[in-house]
């Protein structure tokens, strides 16, 4: 079946730094990419969504410019979360699809800014 | 606006029996519905879906119904076993592949 590999599982950064979460499609091509977060006892948020080789679509809320997203190739899209702050702590998971193959997530990242 | 909701925060079964897990929407362009199951610090593993042509689908011990005039689904679990605790969201997509929209998720306990 389908997997997607989501990097790092965890990371704790300092305030002010940036972090990059990587998401791989490791047996299909993934033509989209979806990143969601979800705070605590709360739904999946959708943040963004990217095409290969396009320009992510952000909803409604989310900064594009703190929360930047490539999706550069069929198999690898990544989430740079800028500047972070406390606030940006959170669970972000990536979800890829492609021809034949519907929604896979990855496992997540527990991100935890101090 | 809320365009997907499970309205039970939590849902206790005894094991064995049947657990229904309610979602209900308000788009009524969404045609393609999911349920995931998942685990704290975990990404969501899928369980079922439905497409909008269809009123039932069946995989096993999960059901899923689509009741498009009510704008409701259910899911079904029978026979339930501790290992299907977990969180239950259910999922939404207006455009095939496109973009989910999440319920808030329910909780589900079984016991023993």
């Known amino acids: 079946g389908a997997v997607v590999s989501q990097h790092p599982s965890r990371v704790i950064c300092k305030s002010g730094t940036s972090v990059k979460i990587e998401c791989r499609s490791l047996?299909?091509?993934?033509?989209?990419m979806f990143w969601y977060r979800q705070f605590p006892k709360q739904s999946l948020m959708l943040m963004a969504t990217?095409?290969?080789?396009?320009?992510?679509?952000?909803e409604q809320g989310v900064e594009k410019d703190k929360f930047l997203i490539n999706h550069a190739s069929l198999t690898l899209s990544t989430l740079t979360v800028t500047s972070a702050h406390p606030e940006d702590s959170s669970f972000y998971i990536c979800?890829?699809?492609?021809?034949?193959?519907?929604?896979?997530f990855g496992s997540g990242t527990r991100l935890t800014v101090v | 606006d809320q365009q997907v909701k499970q309205n039970s925060p939590s849902l206790s079964v005894q094991e064995g029996r049947i657990s229904i897990l309610n979602c209900d929407y308000t788009?009524?362009?969404?045609?393609?519905f999911l349920w995931y199951k998942k685990y704290p610090a975990e990404g969501p593993t899928f369980l079922i879906s439905?497409?909008?042509?269809?009123d039932k689908n069946e995989d096993g011990r999960f059901t899923v119904f689509l009741n498009k005039s009510a704008k409701h689904l259910s899911l079904h679990i029978v026979p339930s076993q501790p290992g299907d605790s977990a969180v239950y969201f259910c999922?939404?997509?207006?455009?095939?592949?496109?973009?989910?929209?999440f319920g808030q998720g329910t909780i589900l306990t079984v016991h023993p």
């Open positions: 999922a939404a997509s207006a455009e095939g592949y496109g973009k989910l929209t």
């Open positions: 439905i497409s909008s042509i269809k």
């Open positions: 990217s095409n290969e080789g396009s320009k992510a679509t952000y």
């Open positions: 979800s890829a699809s492609g021809a034949s193959y519907g929604y896979t």
């Open positions: 047996d299909f091509q993934a033509t989209t």
């Open positions: 788009n009524s362009m969404f045609d393609y």
